[in-house]
Nanobody, 114 residues
Framework: QVQLVESGGGLVQPGGSLRLSCAAS????????MGWYRQAPGYHRELVAV???????NYADSVKGRFTISRDNAKNTVYLQMNSLKPEDTAVYYC????????WGQGTQVTVSS
């Protein structure tokens, strides 16, 4: 089972950038596709970006062209570079395998506000 710890969230103005990190433990990290998910108050958790073990990526339409997912397999870490942030990006961001396991981390809060 993969253990996950997210970091890098914070308060940023509209148009700003943040880089989220997800440190994963477990020897099976290399074989999993990994995803970044987010959950805003009153909304279901949604998948925003996916990266396969081979590095192929896919994005939700709402973040396409603004967010970039990457992974460093040597460091067992997945990243989410978020640019041109909008108030509607405000949410708690989580990483998990894709499809998601029941093993969620604590998430990291991203707030986009002026």
């Amino acid at each position: 089972q993969v253990q996950l710890v997210e970091s890098g969230g914070g308060l940023v103005q509209p148009g700003g950038s943040l880089r989220l990190s997800c440190a994963a433990s477990g020897s099976l990290f290399l074989i999993y596709a990994m995803g970044w998910y987010r959950q805003a108050p009153g909304y279901h958790r949604e998948l925003v970006a996916v990266i396969t073990s081979g590095g192929m990526t896919n994005y939700a339409d709402s973040v396409k062209g603004r967010f970039t997912i990457s992974r460093d397999n040597a460091k067992n870490t997945v990243y989410l570079q978020m640019n041109s942030l909008k108030p509607e990006d405000t949410a708690v961001y989580y990483c998990n395998t894709e499809p998601a396991s029941d093993n969620w981390g604590q998430g990291t809060q991203v707030t986009v506000s002026s």
